[in-house]
């Protein structure tokens, strides 16, 4: 993991121009701020998520600061290889490429011993925090390839926390993604897409209310200021950080 360097805390305007990010898990706290972020760095964001309503009043905020985005409902707990592969192929034919995906996607029901998380629930929130991000990553690589410089960043945590006692399906998916950026990372090394880690530290968000439901709400950062961070790894300024997790430093 690398720590350094801090979170950018400004975002160029040009930073992501000219480029088609995919964002999933658009409409949760980080997504949507992530998508947000890209859109005032000049990107065409196509927004993920199964929660039209939401989906649509994120489209509606990315509109406003930055090229006209796009809304493409999914849901990962459902979605096979096949549909992973008609989603690349359609992004990429009608908006011109695809040069960023951006995983911020996640389940996460509560925190709970390991053999009372009904099988079903186990396999579904393993399946949409490790299984579902790889295989929409491997139907998008081919054309991510045609692009001069691309990303895949994933969004981890802090393995050291969710390694421990009763955080299920979603810890063990989590330690595993990490995992991946290394693996991924060093097989695309002499290629044109950068694959990265993103951990952020403690956020408000509603996954981290599940976790920590008393916890004083103002004593940690909002999605908000990892934003920047995000666009950082998406864009070609992120090359120092291919192949590794970042754990960006913010303020509170």
Known sequence: MSTAPAAPTAIAADALAGRVVLVTGAHG????????????????????GRK??????????????????AIYPIDLAGADPADYAQLAEKVATELGGLHGLLHCAAEFSGLAPLETIEPEVFVR???????????????????????DDSAVVFVTDDPARVGKAYW???????????????????????????????????????????????????????PAAYAPACVHLLSPAGAALRGQVWAPRVPA
Do not use: I
């Not at 706290?29 to 993920?48: M, N, P, S």
């Not at 490790?130 to 045609?146: E, G, M, N, V």
């Open 168 to 222: 299920g399906a979603y810890g063990l998916a989590k330690q595993g993604l990490v995992a991946l950026v290394r693996q991924l990372g060093a097989e695309t090394d002499m290629t044109p897409v950068r694959v990265a880690g993103l951990e952020p530290g403690p956020m408000r968000t509603d996954l981290r209310a599940r976790a920590y439901a008393d916890e004083g709400q103002l004593r940690v950062p909002a």
């Open 29 to 48: 706290g980080l997504g949507a701020e992530a998508a947000k972020a890209c859109a005032r760095a000049g990107a065409t964001v196509v927004l993920l």
């Open 125 to 147: 929130c393993l399946h949409v925090n490790f299984t579902a991000p790889w295989l929409l990553t491997q139907a998008c690589l081919p054309w991510l390839r045609k692009a």
């Open 52 to 69: 039209v309503p939401r989906l649509n009043r994120v489209y509606d905020a990315v509109k406003a600061l930055g090229p006209e985005p």
